[in-house]
């Protein structure tokens, strides 16, 4: 995995590195002065390359590398954004522009430093929950008020270690008072073990229509170096067994039929469908055998690209929940760069009457961190629209 991204993370350790040292440091500071202030930046390069030949899936290996990754993110972006204000100063000739440009770049890069420390060392804990209702006309009146508590990606492996940051999300969740609890997918990061840690804790959410869960793309297991295809299914298998054992329905291209006074909603749970290179194993038909074209549906499908790809050309579904963007765990005001990869990547969204509502999920991918895209939980009510 290091070995895909060696060469960004060099780049990010190294020209700003270049270009403070060229046109900043070099006409001011003396040769011990500028080794010093670079070491980190070194010290980074050689733990990055020594990872990268001799990756290892250890817990220690894993932490190892978060905390080199943190180290690194955090000391090339704050130069990069101090190296930019650099170069822009160069061409200048007056010399209260050239200071003025040099004092903005260092405020910024300052900000930026401490906006990093703080997404590593507590933006991943900042838990918010988030309300919102959905009226349907379509909604049997028995349902209406019932509240559905999303959470999303867990990728628990980055979490080892943190079991009261996990209980704090499952007492959050319970707190609220769900009729149901759904999961919308990416459990762990690479394999069933990483729920060994957390299982108890995640048997212990209370509501009275139980844990509904689906996979997510991280869930079928191939970020990991498999000896076979065949020991990672069987991998796979145990991810889903644990499930099962913890009390949580899964979903795989299934449905759970709810009922109230003799009127009924369905949980329709697909396997992840998104787009190459992720697992494509979505089944809408399947998923919904022997449900009517009447029957209210709440979909739950973890790539938010499906909803527009499948289930708006192809079915009258009219609520979708999914996740897996994570607004990739930056989020400034209403822009994240995510949406450049996700038309749909956080929020609620319309089209042709059908609704899809992405979670931005309570965990982290590889590295824990998050700043404005904070991890959460979705408290969701259905209302008739006609009450």
Wanted: charged share 20%; aromatic share 10%.
């Amino acid at each position: 995995m290091i070995l895909r991204i060696l060469l960004p993370l060099l780049l990010l350790l190294f020209f700003p590195a270049w270009v403070l040292n060229r046109f900043l440091l070099k006409p001011r500071v003396g040769w011990f002065g500028r080794f010093l202030f670079f070491l980190p930046n070194l010290l980074l390069f050689i733990a990055l390359c020594l990872m990268a030949v001799s990756e290892r899936t250890t817990p220690d290996a894993a932490y190892r590398l978060t905390f080199v990754l943190t180290c690194t993110l955090t000391l090339g972006f704050s130069e990069l954004l101090l190296s930019l204000f650099v170069l822009l100063r160069v061409p200048m000739r007056r010399l209260w522009v050239r200071r003025d440009l040099l004092a903005m770049g260092g405020v910024l890069s300052a900000v930026c430093f401490v906006s990093m420390v703080y997404g590593f060392t507590q933006g991943y804990r900042h838990v918010v929950v988030k309300p919102v209702a959905y009226k349907f006309a379509q909604l049997p009146k028995p349902f209406h008020g019932y509240r559905i508590a999303q959470i999303s990606d867990f990728h628990l492996g980055t979490l080892s270690g943190k079991a009261d940051l996990v209980k704090r999300i499952v007492d959050m969740v319970n707190a609220a008072h769900p009729d149901l609890v759904v999961f919308t997918g990416d459990l762990v990061n690479t394999r069933a073990e990483e729920l060994e840690e957390f299982k108890n804790i995640l048997s212990h959410f209370r509501a009275p229509d139980g844990v509904v869960s689906v996979m997510g793309n991280h869930d079928y297991l191939t970020y990991h170096a498999w000896p076979s295809d065949a020991a990672r299914q069987e991998n796979v298998n145990r991810l889903q067994e644990l499930q099962r054992d913890m009390g949580w329905k899964l979903l795989l291209n299934e449905h759970k039929l709810l009922r109230r006074l003799g009127d009924s909603l369905a949980i329709v749970g697909v396997e992840n469908d998104g787009r190459p290179p992720f697992p494509a194993l979505g089944d809408l038909p399947q998923a919904q055998e022997g449900l009517s074209d009447e029957c209210f549906k709440v979909l739950l499908s973890h790539d938010p690209s499906h909803w527009r790809r499948r289930v708006v050309p192809d079915t009258n579904i009219p609520l979708t929940l999914s996740g897996h963007t994570h607004g990739m765990q930056l989020q400034l005001g209403s822009f994240s760069p995510a949406a450049w990869f996700y038309p749909e990547w956080g929020g609620t969204y319309t089209a042709q009457g059908q609704v899809l509502h992405v979670s931005l999920g309570v965990g982290e991918v590889m590295l824990p961190f998050r700043l404005g895209a904070w991890p959460e939980i979705n408290l969701i009510t259905l209302e008739c629209a006609d009450v």
